[in-house]
């Protein structure tokens, strides 16, 4: 997994960057959750609010919310589709997302309804890393170890 300025950046991931959410596809649903860049900069998790199951969400709108001691903010949905799972461990153990963001720190899964379409603007592989790369370094972010 390459490391950019401390961030670990998944190349098997879509990325919506501006938004530092991450999407993982498995046919039509989709796993997303927030980034080693976003857990780093929110710093410690200390609570999460998740969509039931059921809901319709659009691309951009809000899965779940976040906050940490610095940061409250949404989770936004990188697809349009209908809320299909959350991560309840969440709502006990919200530091999941710090200390695993791609895997235990998932936040939800959504059954995409045109995934062509939705994934247009994310980016995966080497274009995820250097469009992340260049995101850190414009904004002097570095992710900080444990």
Not at 44 to 59: D, F, H, M, R
Not at 108 to 118: L, Q, S
Request: charged fraction near 30%.
């Amino acid at each position: 997994m390459p490391t950019v300025r401390g961030c670990d950046i998944r190349e098997d991931l879509y990325y919506l960057v501006e938004k530092h959410v991450w999407a993982r596809v498995d046919r039509d649903v989709v796993e997303v959750g927030l980034s080693d860049v976003a857990q780093g900069m929110a710093k410690t998790i200390i609570s999460v609010a998740l969509k039931e199951p059921g809901k319709t969400v659009k691309k951009g709108r809000s899965l779940a919310t976040v906050e940490s001691g610095k940061w409250v903010g949404p989770v936004p949905s990188p697809v349009n589709g209908e809320v299909v799972e959350v991560n309840t461990a969440l709502n006990t153990h919200p530091r999941k997302i710090n200390e695993d963001p791609y895997g235990e720190g998932w936040v939800a899964r959504v059954r995409c309804r045109d995934w062509e379409a939705d994934s247009a603007d994310l980016v995966t592989g080497a274009e995820g890393v250097q469009r992340y790369q260049a995101f850190l370094e414009a904004e002097g972010i570095a992710c900080e170890d444990g």
